[in-house]
């Protein structure tokens, strides 16, 4: 069965500073994989995904994530990070091969941003 | 463009009560989600529509749970009775259609407390 692990519940850092969320997943084979930030009372908002070639992958607010299939993770970057950044995310990974099965969300990492 | 819409956004509730959410999804999309995000955790799929008809429900308690899409577009997520365990957030979300190809966007859920 996939499953999806974010092994940082709460991450702080300071206004400027570089952030790195880590996400590891499990599945037989390469799927699709997802970044969400959901900003209390809001929904969740697509950062990125990746599904084939360039491994790199950029997403919108200036994140990034690297997919490493030898290590079977989709880590989300970001040079530097700005208060309004502050917000939950959330990976996500999907098969690639199957339209209907849903998608299995990790239990999220909390980013808290200090001056 | 508006997003997905839904109602109520907040609702308490007693144990043994019913309850009902409503969603309306972005114009034209075919493909409706209902997920349950408990505290703490990310997303997990309730129950899945094609324009009108469900392509997915294993998850969802169906001794408790109902949903209906009845002219595919809006839809409506009933509990009845509820119970302590299901309060969370209940989140909606649309895409043109199935496959994880085509983006999920999600409205801002309503969040449910069971007394």
């Known amino acids: 069965a996939q499953s999806v692990t974010q092994p940082d519940i709460h991450i702080t850092v300071s206004e400027g500073a570089s952030l790195e969320l880590r996400c590891n997943y499990s599945?037989?084979?390469?799927?699709?994989l997802f970044w969400y930030v959901q900003s209390p009372g809001q929904g969740l908002q697509l950062l990125l995904k990746?599904?084939?070639?360039?491994?790199l992958v950029q997403g919108i607010k200036g994140f990034e994530a690297e997919f490493k299939r030898s290590q079977s993770s989709f880590n989300l970057r970001k040079p530097s990070v700005h208060w309004s950044d502050a917000a939950e995310y959330f990976c996500?990974?999907?098969?690639?091969?199957?339209?209907?099965?849903?998608?299995?969300f990790g239990k999220g990492t909390r980013l808290s941003v200090i001056a | 463009e508006a997003g997905v819409a839904q109602s109520p956004r907040y609702k308490i509730i007693e144990k043994r009560q019913s309850v009902a959410f409503w969603c309306n999804p972005i114009s034209g999309h075919a493909t409706l989600y209902w997920y349950q995000q408990i505290l703490g955790q990310g997303p997990k799929l309730l129950i899945q529509f094609q324009n009108n008809g469900v392509v997915d429900d294993s998850q969802l308690p169906k001794d408790r749970f109902s949903a209906e899409r009845l002219k595919g577009v809006d839809s409506t997520l009933k509990i009845q009775p509820a119970k302590l365990e299901d309060s969370a957030v209940y989140l909606c979300a649309s895409s043109t259609g199935l496959g994880h190809k085509s983006e999920q966007y999600f409205g801002p859920g309503t969040r449910l407390t069971v007394t």
């Open positions: 996500a990974v999907g098969p690639l091969n199957s339209g209907n099965t849903p998608l299995v």
């Open positions: 990746y599904f084939s070639g360039d491994t």
């Open positions: 599945y037989g084979a390469t799927p699709y």
